[in-house]
């Protein structure tokens, strides 16, 4: 199975910008969808962004309203979540996915099979 690892996570003053990295070990990453996902204290995970295998297709959720970018490397065998214009609200622990690559870009967390462990996001007012 693919092993997912997140990192560049931290604290930042709203208006700041952040770039997510997602790693994967023992399986390519090109057989993959990915997709980012938060969650915030107290709340559900929610959809951020997906990306196709190849990068040819994304998909990101109504509040990214333009700020947020997810592009991959293959070669690097690397997904990113680039934020900017962060603010409060984007604060939450940051997963990125994999799924098997043979479905539409999907929104819904059940839909994709591996997992990283999170990085933490703050954002100070």
């Known amino acids: 199975q693919v092993q997912l690892v997140e990192t560049g996570g931290g604290l930042v003053q709203a208006g700041g910008s952040l770039r997510l990295s997602c790693a994967a070990s023992r399986r390519s990453l090109s057989q993959y969808n990915m997709g980012w996902f938060r969650q915030g204290q107290g709340k559900g995970r929610e959809f951020v962004a997906a990306i196709a295998v190849s990068g040819e297709r994304t998909r990101y959720a109504d509040f990214v309203k333009g700020r947020f970018t997810i592009s991959r490397d293959n070669a690097k065998n690397t997904a990113y979540l680039q934020m900017n214009s962060l603010n409060p609200e984007d604060a939450a622990v940051y997963y990125c996915?994999?799924?098997?690559?043979?479905?539409?870009?999907?929104?819904?967390?059940?839909?994709?099979?591996?997992w990283g462990q999170g990085t933490q996001v703050t954002v100070s007012s």
């Open positions: 996915a994999a799924n098997g690559g043979l479905m539409a870009l999907t929104s819904r967390p059940e839909h994709y099979a591996y």
